[in-house]
């Protein structure tokens, strides 16, 4: 056992040592030359020098019109010289400058609800909000696992959160809430 890791050692030293055989020799130097341009002056071993050149581009293809479709012989329209009186009056043909109407405004998105649906959503969350206070006032922090009373923190903090929503008027995001910390609730019931 101790051969072979003495062993890996000796090669890991004569790799270490030795390199890469490419890299012992002097650094070769790389030039990029654009296409058709003068080739640089390089001071170096020609051997050692490596030249990329960009590639030509490539010809412009020569475009040439499609063939016209014959179309049938039409005969210029004759020309009519309005009377010199005509002149002086105003074009009747001309479309009268028609003011722009700016556009009439879109109204935010809200939920439309009639104020009775609005009430009875209003009296559900009462209803629910004080359901859930009943419930939680039953339950016996005490007899509660840790898990459990995390629980009974979390539908606290709904409850709370759907009270401030009541009051901001945001009666959907009440029941909600209110809704949430029912069902935390019912799972410690």
Not at 24 to 52: C, K, L
Not at 101 to 122: D, K, M, Y
Not at 149 to 155: M, S, V
């Amino acid at each position: 056992m101790a051969g072979k890791g003495a062993f890996a050692s000796v090669c890991a030293f004569v790799l270490w040592l030795g390199g890469c055989p490419r890299r012992q020799g002097p650094a070769s130097v790389v030039v990029y030359v654009p296409a058709q341009a003068i080739a640089p002056t390089i001071t170096a071993n020609p051997s050692e020098v490596m030249v990329i050149e960009e590639p030509a581009p490539p010809p412009a293809p020569e475009s040439t019109p499609p063939p016209a479709s014959p179309q049938p012989a039409t005969r210029p329209r004759p020309t009519r010289h309005a009377p010199a009186t005509a002149a002086s009056e105003p074009d009747d043909t001309t479309p009268p400058d028609i003011p722009e109407t700016p556009p009439a405004e879109v109204p935010a998105l809200e939920p439309q609800e009639s104020s009775a649906q609005e009430i009875a959503l209003r009296d559900e969350v009462l209803r629910l909000q004080e359901n859930v206070r009943q419930r939680m006032s039953r339950l016996n922090p005490a007899r509660l696992s840790a898990n459990e009373r995390k629980t009974l923190d979390d539908a606290n903090t709904f409850l709370s959160q759907s009270v401030r929503a009541f009051e901001s008027g945001d009666f959907q995001r009440a029941f909600n809430l209110a809704r949430k910390a029912s069902l935390l609730v019912a799972a410690l019931e």
